[in-house]
Nanobody, 114 residues
Framework: QVQLVESGGGLVQAGGSLNLSCAASGGISSFNTMGWYRQAPRKQRELVAVQSLGGNTIYADSVEGRFTISRDNAKDRVYLQMNSLEPDDTAVYYC????????WGQGARVAVSS
């Protein structure tokens, strides 16, 4: 059973930074993609950033230049460094990993105050 566990969420003032981490376990290594989605209150879940096993990366336009995704393939971990946070970044952030199917974490809350 694949499990994804996020950590690093919290409350931060606008302009601040947070780093999210996600650890995968359950017998699968070398996920094809690992990444992050988010869901803000009363909004649909949206892609934040995703990185392939080969290092190709996609960012949402709204976070390009402020957020950085990275992976540690040896440890099956993915990270999201979030800088210059804005109130609109407030959301629950979900870690994802794909290996034939897409797996989801339980989510980490990020709140950015103005």
């Amino acid at each position: 059973q694949v499990q994804l566990v996020e950590s690093g969420g919290g409350l931060v003032q606008a302009g601040g930074s947070l780093n999210l981490s996600c650890a995968a376990s359950g017998g699968i290594s070398s996920f094809n993609t690992m990444g992050w989605y988010r869901q803000a209150p009363r909004k649909q879940r949206e892609l934040v950033a995703v990185q392939s096993l080969g290092g190709n990366t996609i960012y949402a336009d709204s976070v390009e230049g402020r957020f950085t995704i990275s992976r540690d393939n040896a440890k099956d971990r993915v990270y999201l460094q979030m800088n210059s946070l804005e109130p609109d970044d407030t959301a629950v952030y979900y870690c994802t990993a794909t290996h034939g199917t897409m797996y989801w974490g339980q989510g980490a809350r990020v709140a950015v105050s103005s």
